[in-house]
């Protein structure tokens, strides 16, 4: 079980930290993701993080801005967002899967386990 949190109402320009704790199973060897959807919009890849906890994508637009990190032994995936930007609002969803590979990582049908999601709203 995935559970995401962090999210809220910040200024562009500002910071947010997201954080998803997994319980059930550690996620050790599992590849790890950020997704989020806006009102009326498809579900789009933000950063992931490959099983080996070395690699990692991020679409480009926010390559430079944000920051996907996991601690495997708090058992916990982290998405820290900076200059946020109004365009990034949208409910953040982390997501597990512990077979999809590198060149798949952006795709959310390789992902099996999802968390509930987080709203974050940038405010211009």
């Known amino acids: 079980q995935l559970q995401a949190s962090g999210g809220g109402l910040v200024q562009a320009g500002g910071s947010l930290s997201l954080s998803c704790a997994a319980s059930g199973r550690s996620m050790r060897g599992f590849g790890m993701g950020w997704f989020r959807q806006a009102p009326g919009k498809e579900r789009e890849f933000v950063a992931a993080m490959h099983r080996n906890g070395g690699n990692t994508l991020y679409s480009d637009s926010v390559k430079g801005r944000f920051t996907i990190a996991r601690d495997n032994a708090k058992n916990t995936l982290f998405l820290q967002m900076n200059s946020l930007k109004p365009g990034d609002t949208a409910v953040y969803y982390c997501?597990?899967?512990?077979?999809?590979?590198?060149?798949?990582?952006?795709?959310?049908?390789?992902?099996?386990?999802w968390g509930q999601g987080t709203q974050v709203t940038v405010s211009s």
């Open positions: 997501a597990a899967s512990s077979s999809i590979i590198y060149s798949e990582l952006h795709r959310a049908r390789g992902y099996n386990y």
